[in-house]
Every structure is written in C-alpha cells, then in structure tokens.
C-alpha cells in the first residue's frame, strides 16, 4: 500500500527528505532537442536571484548581510531579473508548452511588478530613505501599517497580491496551468534543475514576505502600545529576529490561504486586474501618501 504523503514518518516530515534525496540522486535528463547550454543555465540565473536578493534584507538588530543605502531598489531589480531565466527555460527548452508558459509567466511578473514597486514607494515616501534599516527604524515608534493612514493599509493590501501574482502561486499560477500547459516553462527539466525551479520559487515567497513584513509590518521591531507601558516592556524581552520570523511567516500563511480559497484566474483576468483596477488606484494612492507625507499628517 502506498502512504500518502503525509502519512511517511510522523506528521509526515519524512515525505520531505525522502523527495529531497529522490531529486538530488535523480539523473539530470537534457532532451536531444533543446538549446543545451541556456536550458542548462535557465535554473541556475533563477535560483542565483533568488538567493542574493536575501542580502539586504535585516533579520534583527545588526544582523544583516548588506546594508545597501539603495536597499530596496536592489531587491526589486534583481527579482526582475529572475524573468530572464524563465524566459529563457521556456524558449531553449523548443517546446510550444515550455514557451507559452514561460511567456505567460514573464508577462505576468512584468505587470505586477509595477503595483508591488507602486506599493514600495509609499513607504519610502514616508520613510524618506530606500534604505531597509532606516524604514526599519522609522517605525520605531510604531508600524507604518498603524501609523501610515488609509494610503498605507491600500498598499499593503496590493502588496500582497502583487506578490502573489509575481510568485506565481495561486490562484495566479497561470504558467503551471495543468489542463492547458501540462507544467509551464520547466515541462522540460528533471531532476536537480526541475527542483531548482520550485525551490527558487519558495525562496521568493520568503523574500517578498520578509519585504512585506519589513516595509509595513516593522521589521524585526517589536509590537508597541503607547510610550512606557509595561506591555512593551514585555515585548523588548523577545528578540528581534523572532518578530522578524513570526511576521514573515504570517504573511506566507496568508498566500497559502490564498491558495487554498480562490480558483485560479484567466489569463485575461490576470492581466485586467492589473491594468485596469490595481495600477489606476496605486498610482492615486501614490498621490494621497505624497500629500500625506509633505504635510506630516502621519502620526
């Protein structure tokens, strides 16, 4: 009989292992037909930008790798960059599936990487630094997502959605579209590179959660009530890299959830969500916090 996967090992943790050994000892198959050298690199420009885009993010008080005064501008160009290697897996693979699915999915990250910059921007307007740890300690007194008004609460809300379009989980995951597209753009690939993919691609949830978390949620800045309460005297015992952990996986629990509640789109749909409703209102939104933010009205 064969165990589902959660049933292999208690809660079903050994699942995990056993497909992490299975993919690492799997043979790395390249078909006769495809363009062997950019198909060979395709994963590995992935997985490369997902992993430096960590850099400059702060984890806790000091402990950062790369504090950048051009932080958040660094993580949304090399994300971008990420499109690259998608585009290239679908083109070098010479497979129609491959190639619509990499087209779908670089259309989509291009689009949705405008509200998510749009979203940023709001918090850099406030914050007055592209700097991660000076919006860090902006919020010092208080989260921007308490403190940033309306414009603030409109943006994290695209940012999240934003972020989940550009990670292409569901209900967004239009380039692993089964019935139409059979896998997407890695319908090609086995073994480690097929694993490199979907790695890459958990690797870029935790980073815009982290973003997301950072940006609207304080960071690793704990949660604070007034000045000199003994409720915050209690926060300050627990460590800055706890709250940092608990908000990130707070936002990755909310895509999860989007995963699990909502159909996945058209394509069309996609794309109209983006340009005609989310880019219009972040760009008003945009305006709001600029007026917000010159005349002090935040608290």
């Known amino acids: ?36 050298f950019l198909f060979n690199l395709a994963p590995f420009i992935v997985m490369i930008t997902a992993m430096v885009a960590m850099a400059p993010l702060p984890f806790a008080n000091g402990f950062q790798i790369w504090d950048v005064n051009i932080g958040i501008l660094f993580i ?66 208080g989260w921007w997502i308490f403190k940033g008004h309306i414009p603030v609460l409109i943006s994290f809300v695209i940012f999240i959605i934003a972020a989940t379009a550009e990670t292409n989980r ?56 007034g000045t000199g309460t003994a409720f915050n005297t209690v926060m300050d015992y627990i460590p800055g890299i706890v709250w940092f952990f608990g908000k990130t996986f707070l936002l990755i ?6 995963r699990w509640t909502f159909p996945r789109l058209r394509i069309d749909q996609l794309l109209n969500l983006e340009w005609k409703y989310l880019l219009p209102i972040c760009l008003v939104n945009l305006l709001l916090a600029t007026i917000i933010a010159i005349a002090g009205w935040h608290f």
């Open 1 to 36: 009989i064969r165990l589902g996967p959660n049933r292999v090992g208690p809660k079903g943790m050994f699942q995990t292992v056993a497909d992490t050994l299975k993919l690492i000892v799997k043979e790395g198959f390249t078909p006769n037909n495809v363009d062997k």
């Open 76 to 141: 949304t160009a090399i994300t971008s960059v990420s499109v690259i290697g998608i585009l290239m897996a679908g083109w070098s693979s010479n497979n129609k599936y491959s190639l619509l699915g990499a087209m779908r999915s670089g259309a989509q990250i291009v689009s949705y990487e405008l509200s998510a910059g749009l979203s940023i921007l709001v918090i850099v307007m406030l914050s007055g630094s592209l700097r991660i740890s000076d919006i860090v300690a902006a919020q010092a007194d």
């Open 170 to 225: 569901a209900p967004f995951d239009m380039a692993e579209a089964e019935s139409e597209l059979t896998a997407g753009f890695h319908t090609e690939y086995s073994g480690m590179k097929f694993a490199l993919f979907f790695l890459a691609e958990y690797v870029n949830i935790f980073i815009v959660c982290a973003v997301g978390a950072t940006l609207f949620l304080g960071g690793w800045m704990p949660l604070h009530f």
């Open 253 to 258: 629990f909310i895509i999860m959830w989007f």
